[in-house]
T-cell receptor, first 115, second 109 residues
C-alpha cells in the first residue's frame, strides 16, 4: 500500500508555543489530506479536510485560527497548533488520499503533550 | 443525516471466530471501510466493500449489504495480537469518511 509519513511522532511543548506537524505522501500524489484528533479511548475526530492548493475545510467546532493547515503541494500538508494549551494535548493523525487510491492511508500519528 | 453504529466492546477467545457488526444510515454511499487500530497507534486499513457480498482476505473477511445498511468484519483463528479497536467507516457522496466509534476487541487465552 501507499506510504504516508508523519513527523514528529511525539512532541512536548510549553504552553503558549506553536507546534508544526508534517504529513507527507511518499509514493503517491495526495490530492486530499485529512487531519484527525483522537483523545484517549475515543474515536477519531475529523478536524479538517484539505485539498491541494485550496483552503482547508474545517469541521464545526474546530478553530481555524488555532489549527492552521497548509496543503501547498501534492505530497505535503502541515498542521500547526498555535498558542498550544494543555487541553490541546492529544494524538493527531493525518491521512492522505490520491485520485487513484480508494482508501485513505494514515500517517503514524503525533502524540502532542503541552505542559 | 449520517449515522454509524457498532458495538463498544466485544470479548472472544484465542483461536475462535468473532463477527463485529456495523450498521449505518446515509444518503450517499461510496463504500465501507474497516480499519484496525492498536492503542496509541494510527489505524491500519483492513478492507473495503462497495458492492454487496463477502470479501475474504486471509483470516479477515468483510461483508456488505447496501440495502440493509449493514456490514460485518469476521475474524477467524483469533490471535492475541488481534486485540485492538476495529473501526467501521463509510465514505459518503463527497468521498469523506464518516467514522464509527470503534469496537474494542478483547482476546482471552
Amino acid at each position: 500500500g501507499a506510504v504516508v509519513s508523519q513527523h514528529p511522532s511525539w512532541v512536548i511543548c510549553k504552553s503558549g508555543t506553536s507546534v508544526k506537524i508534517e504529513c507527507r505522501s511518499l509514493d503517491f500524489q495526495a490530492t486530499t489530506m485529512f487531519w484527525y484528533r483522537q483523545f484517549p479511548k475515543q474515536s477519531l475526530m475529523l478536524m479538517a479536510t484539505s485539498n491541494e492548493g485550496s483552503k482547508a475545510t474545517y469541521e464545526q467546532g474546530v478553530e481555524k485560527d488555532k489549527f492552521l493547515i497548509n496543503h501547498a503541494s501534492l505530497t505535503l500538508s502541515t498542521l500547526t497548533v498555535t498558542s498550544a494549551h494543555p487541553e490541546d494535548s492529544s494524538f493527531y493523525i493525518c491521512s492522505a488520499k490520491g485520485v487513484r487510491e480508494t482508501e485513505a492511508f494514515f500517517g503514524q500519528g503525533t502524540r502532542l503533550t503541552v505542559v | 443525516g449520517q449515522n454509524i453504529d457498532q458495538p463498544t466492546e466485544m470479548t472472544a477467545t484465542e483461536g475462535a471466530i468473532v463477527q463485529i457488526n456495523c450498521t449505518y444510515q446515509t444518503s450517499g454511499f461510496n463504500g465501507l471501510f474497516w480499519y484496525q487500530q492498536h492503542a496509541g497507534e494510527a489505524p491500519t486499513f483492513l478492507s473495503y466493500n462497495v458492492l454487496d457480498g463477502l470479501e475474504e482476505k486471509g483470516r479477515f473477511s468483510s461483508f456488505l449489504s447496501r440495502s440493509k445498511g449493514y456490514s460485518y468484519l469476521l475474524l477467524k483463528e483469533l490471535q492475541m495480537k488481534d486485540s485492538a479497536s476495529y473501526l467501521c467507516a463509510l465514505m459518503d457522496s463527497n468521498y469523506q469518511l464518516i467514522w464509527g466509534a470503534g469496537t474494542k476487541l478483547i482476546i482471552k487465552p
